[in-house]
């Protein structure tokens, strides 16, 4: 699922395309993908874009008349473009919607049958913030802030970060990440961090997110993301799984449940226990 990082990259490169422009046309392919029926979807075409913002790991794309375009790309959605002077792409079974302007065709494509992907047409700041989760943004945040919402219930490490209600736009992936850069365990209890825990948590926080951030937004100026994945050559544990950890060489592991897996260094963050895989434990 895009989280944070990727997100801000995909804002990035619609910012460039679509400010200003026209909503000239919209083309639903699936009709799965349009969750909302009031106002109607055609009540966009024509509306200039004034603005673009992320609530979450939702896209929201703001029209003239205080309309928007709620998008969740999901875990397996994506943003294609097309340039208008390109040849135009023939849409395929994965295409949900095309958005077309001025300057191009956003097209929005989700692999796999299950289409949980999300479109919702709002008007109004009020309708709008209903599909805002309510999550801490931490790279605006102060560290007494980011710890008040970490320790409002007691979670574990994984749980609490990857919580839309607690921490915006972090996921599967990204939780990975500060994890191992905070050296602490998925499956430690928020309750048990204390002062000096919590400033690393909230600095190897902040710090991860934003290398991402500067990265993935940089090859957005340059050319249009499209590659966006959870797992990417240079991350240190996220999809990793067996492979050495880089800052000790340990295997990492990972800890499987339902479609999801949490991948871990044992000597870095656990003190090299290995925790129980739930997935691994019920197949045995």
């Given at each position: 699922?895009?989280?944070?990082?990727?997100?801000?990259?995909?804002?990035?490169?619609?910012?460039?395309?679509?400010?200003?422009?026209?909503?000239e046309?919209?083309?639903?392919?699936?009709?799965?993908?349009?969750?909302?029926?009031l106002?109607?979807?055609?009540?966009?075409?024509?509306?200039?874009?004034?603005d673009?913002?992320?609530?979450?790991?939702?896209?929201?794309?703001?029209?003239?008349?205080?309309?928007?375009?709620?998008?969740?790309?999901?875990?397996?959605?994506?943003?294609?473009?097309?340039?208008?002077?390109?040849?135009?792409?023939?849409?395929?079974?994965?295409?949900?919607?095309?958005?077309?302007?001025?300057?191009?065709?956003?097209?929005?494509?989700?692999?796999?049958?299950?289409?949980?992907?999300?479109?919702?047409?709002?008007?109004?700041?009020?309708?709008?913030?209903?599909?805002?989760?309510?999550?801490?943004?931490?790279?605006e945040?102060?560290?007494?802030?980011?710890?008040?919402?970490?320790?409002?219930?007691?979670?574990?490490?994984?749980?609490?970060?990857?919580?839309?209600?607690?921490?915006?736009?972090?996921?599967?992936?990204?939780?990975?990440?500060?994890?191992?850069?905070?050296?602490?365990?998925?499956?430690?209890?928020?309750?048990?961090?204390?002062?000096?825990?919590?400033?690393?948590?909230?600095?190897?926080?902040?710090?991860?997110?934003?290398?991402?951030?500067?990265?993935?937004?940089g090859?957005?100026?340059?050319?249009?993301?499209?590659?966006?994945?959870?797992?990417?050559?240079?991350?240190?544990?996220?999809?990793?799984?067996?492979?050495?950890?880089?800052?000790?060489?340990?295997?990492?592991?990972?800890?499987?449940?339902?479609?999801?897996?949490?991948?871990?260094?044992?000597?870095?963050?656990?003190?090299g226990?290995?925790?129980?895989?739930?997935?691994?434990?019920?197949?045995?």
């Open positions: 699922m895009p989280e944070l990082p990727d997100i801000c990259a995909y804002l990035e490169a619609l910012e460039q395309r679509l400010a200003g422009q026209a909503l046309e919209v083309t639903l392919l699936s009709p799965f993908f349009l969750r909302s029926a106002p109607p979807l055609d009540d966009v075409r024509g509306r200039t874009v004034t673009l913002r992320r609530l979450g790991k939702r896209i929201a794309i703001g029209l003239t008349g205080d309309y928007w375009l709620v998008i969740h790309l999901m875990v397996a959605g994506r943003f294609q473009w097309q340039d208008v002077d390109s040849r135009a792409k023939k849409p395929t079974r994965n295409t949900l919607a095309t958005f077309r302007f001025g300057s191009g065709t956003l097209v929005v494509t989700e692999a796999g049958t299950r289409k949980r992907a999300s479109l919702h047409v709002v008007q109004g700041g009020s309708a709008l913030s209903e599909h805002d989760p309510g999550g801490l943004e931490v790279l945040c102060d560290l007494d802030t980011f710890a008040e919402r970490m320790r409002r219930e007691n979670r574990t490490l994984k749980r609490a970060l990857t919580d839309p209600r607690i921490l915006s736009g972090i996921g599967n992936a990204y939780s990975d990440e500060i994890l191992h850069a905070a050296r602490l365990s998925p499956v430690m209890l928020t309750s048990r961090l204390d002062d000096d825990a919590m400033r690393n948590l909230f600095e190897a926080t902040q710090r991860t997110l934003q290398i991402w951030l500067d990265r993935l937004a090859e957005a100026r340059k050319a249009f993301p499209t590659k966006v994945t959870a797992f990417r050559p240079d991350m240190a544990a996220h999809g990793r799984y067996q492979e050495p950890c880089p800052v000790c060489g340990t295997a990492i592991q990972r800890i499987r449940y339902a479609s999801n897996e949490t991948n871990y260094c044992p000597a870095c963050q656990t003190g226990k290995l925790l129980a895989d739930r997935a691994l434990s019920r197949l045995l």
